[in-house]
DNA sequence: CTGCATCCTATAGGATACTG
DNA sequence: CAGTATCCTATAGGATGCAG
């Protein structure tokens, strides 16, 4: 196999490597909803509040997906009323570069658009 | 404000910057794709081999997405036929650092996978 | 409070055929 | 080759109401 040939098949294997990542991490809201509970265990409620927009319905369903992938647990207390809680699993600190690469880029990307927009109004 | 309005100001903050970075970079194919052009310019049928499942239509989609947002150029070649070809912009690295801690999860999420499946096999 | 059930819309993405 | 047009399905995600 040439040269090209094995840079080709780097190549594709960094394709697919990103494609299975993202297969797991895909959506809207499962990246955000770690973030919101790395600052500790939290209740359905409140990480409806951090999240700002998600509704239940949606938010449970993320919880189950995220719970199965091994990236949550499900804490349930025996009050009254009932008071559930979601934490972090250890295994979830895998994806700490993906995140903190995400956040940087998105407050740089935010500031350059913002830059673009000024010099856009300039020329109009 | 105390401390603890404190940290949660703060991960509202990083949640936002995640939701804004995927706000640009959500969908199957975008990333998939960024890396796909790595590699050097290429033509629209050598990326759609490289991809492996994008249709034309949806491929050309998120070429004008991504053109749209500042990540590639699209270079025509008035040869018979026309060549068209797509090449990374100087901005799009500033995607390398999200696309890097991606392909490292994705391959070590995979070995995870694989190794939970052997055991689960040697407890059925 | 912690969700689930129901219903609904919008969008992503695929299949296929076709044009210059 | 480089797409576009048309049609279609599946899924994501939202709105609302209700139960334990």
Redesign the pocket.
Known sequence: MDKKNLTSKACIDSINAVKDALYVLN???KLPLIVALSNGPQ????IQRSLD??????L?KELRELELNLFVE?KVFNTV????SYELTGYSQSLDPIIEALRNWGIQHKKQIVKERKSNISLV
Chains 1, 2 share one sequence.
């Open positions: 959506g809207k809201w209740r359905f409620k409140e927009g998600i509704t239940a319905r949606v449970s499900r009323p009932v008071t559930v």
